[in-house]
């Protein structure tokens, strides 16, 4: 499975942003999926993730109430869609595909087995 990340860009605090992740090569639509994010001088972070069927979510504390991630299976793309971001969002973002497909969403990173080649999200204050 091959996974593209779009829809970084420059905002302005408080601006919305949404991302997508388009899948090909696979059944990326029956497995679980997952944003990361690394901000500058910091390790890779969990943000959120969803179940293969999107029944199932679960976000980072810091993203909690303004990160909200969904997914189209018929279009084999998932979404991020950011609202209120601030200063501290910024970051590389990076989509991420298990071979898991239970409800279950992992926040571990070495839980996903494929990964997309991240897009920048700059959030000027």
């Known amino acids: 499975v091959q996974l593209q990340a779009s829809g970084g860009g420059l905002v302005q605090a408080g601006d919305s942003l949404r991302l997508s992740c388009a899948a090909s090569g696979g059944a990326a639509s029956r497995n679980g999926m997952g944003w990361f994010r690394q901000r500058p001088g910091k390790e890779r972070e969990f943000v959120a993730g969803i179940s293969p069927g999107g029944d199932s979510t679960y976000y980072g504390h810091s993203v909690q109430g303004r990160f909200t991630i969904s997914r189209e299976n018929a279009k084999n793309t998932m979404y991020l869609q950011m609202n209120n971001l601030k200063p501290e969002d910024t970051a590389v973002y990076y989509c991420?595909?298990?071979?898991?497909?239970?409800?279950?969403?992992?926040?571990?990173?070495?839980?996903?087995?494929?990964w997309g080649q991240g897009t920048q999200v700059t959030v000027s204050s």
């Open positions: 991420a595909g298990t071979n898991y497909r239970g409800r279950y969403v992992s926040t571990a990173e070495s839980q996903y087995d494929y």
